[in-house]
């Protein structure tokens, strides 16, 4: 295993999707775009490689392609920071276009959308984090919190 610190190359290329999910099965999806973001993991062979062979296809291709960093082995958030937009979207197949708009729309209008979905049965379910582009990586010796 090989201990990394991970970090976008481009700002606003950090992004992390939560996901809610309330008695009624209906999901509540929360996407944060960041400025910038430092993570850590504890990742085999497999996964630098895949990491590796992401950021060249990202190279030689030009496009940014977006790589799911929170399913590595022993990922840890260190901070994300300046969210730079907030997006809902309203999961639930028996409604419609129109009821899963005046949820998204209720959410959007809230003081605080976190309490909103806890007042109303929502709880975490998950949550995904994803880098766009190239990702840069640092091999260490140790996490910076073993000092």
């Keep these: ?18 996901f809610f999910k309330n008695d009624e099965n209906t999901w509540i999806h929360v996407e944060t775009g960041w ?10 062979d497999e996964e630098l490689k895949s990491i590796q062979d992401h950021n060249e296809y990202c190279r030689s291709s ?7 960093i929170s399913c590595l082995s022993n990922f840890e958030m ?3 920071w300046d969210g730079c937009w907030m997006d809902y979207t309203v999961w ?3 409604w419609t276009d129109e009821q899963r708009n005046a949820v998204k729309e209720e959410i959007e209008n ?13 709880d975490p379910e998950d949550c995904e984090t994803y880098i766009v582009g ?7 010796d140790k996490y910076p919190w073993d000092d």
């Design 1 to 18: 295993m090989t201990i990394i610190k991970i970090e976008p190359s481009y700002k606003k290329s950090t992004i992390e999707i939560e």
């Design 35 to 44: 400025r910038w973001g430092t993570f850590y993991a504890d990742v085999d």
């Design 62 to 68: 030009g496009k940014w392609e977006e790589y799911e």
């Design 78 to 80: 260190n901070d994300c």
């Design 92 to 94: 639930n197949r028996n």
């Design 110 to 122: 809230a003081d605080d959308w976190f309490d909103w979905l806890q007042e109303r049965g929502y």
């Design 134 to 140: 190239e990702i840069n990586i640092e091999i260490l």
